[in-house]
């Protein structure tokens, strides 16, 4: 059923790049726990211990702030289609801004999206897989377009302004720097 790796193999990249969603989990040391679901072509395998995405705007910023205080982070995949899988990676990740040097070379990587917020780098220290079997089935039919039209409708400026009442503290109160202040 279950295995373990310390990198991400051929195959397992492979797997990662066909799906259409995962889904991220942090925490801080207290408070709430939070899953967020992605999608979008918002992910990269930079080498078998390194994946990037792309944090696009949401109504929420609850990684970043979790990411300031602890920096573990997990990733899941779920096979919706095709042969049954999970596939979790387990590592730390750190956050980057369009002000970080390294945001602008990772970004290069990922088609343009005015909504995107941060860059999030996640070194992977282990790799599981699990059967699966109980997962359902479900057909992909397309990607939403929502999120990059209410991107285009607001503009760059406007985007920033709802960071600024939306993204730039948590649910639990904490700030997420999303501008680099110190308190925000």
Known sequence: MGKQFNKISTALTNFIEAQKLFFVGTARREGTVNISPKGMDSLRVVNPNLVVWLNLTGSGNETAAHLLESDRMTIMFCAFEGSPLILRLYGTAKIYHERDAAFQSYQALF?????????????????????????PILAFQEERTRLSEWAAEK??????????????????????????????
Request: with cysteine.
């Open 155 to 184: 503009g760059e400026d406007k985007i920033k302004t709802y960071w600024k009442e939306k993204n730039a503290i948590s649910l639990d109160g904490h700030p997420t720097k999303i501008f680099g202040e110190e308190s925000e």
């Open 111 to 135: 088609p343009p999206h005015l909504g995107t917020r941060q860059i999030i780098a996640m070194e992977v220290e282990l790799v599981q897989t699990s059967c699966g079997y109980g997962i």
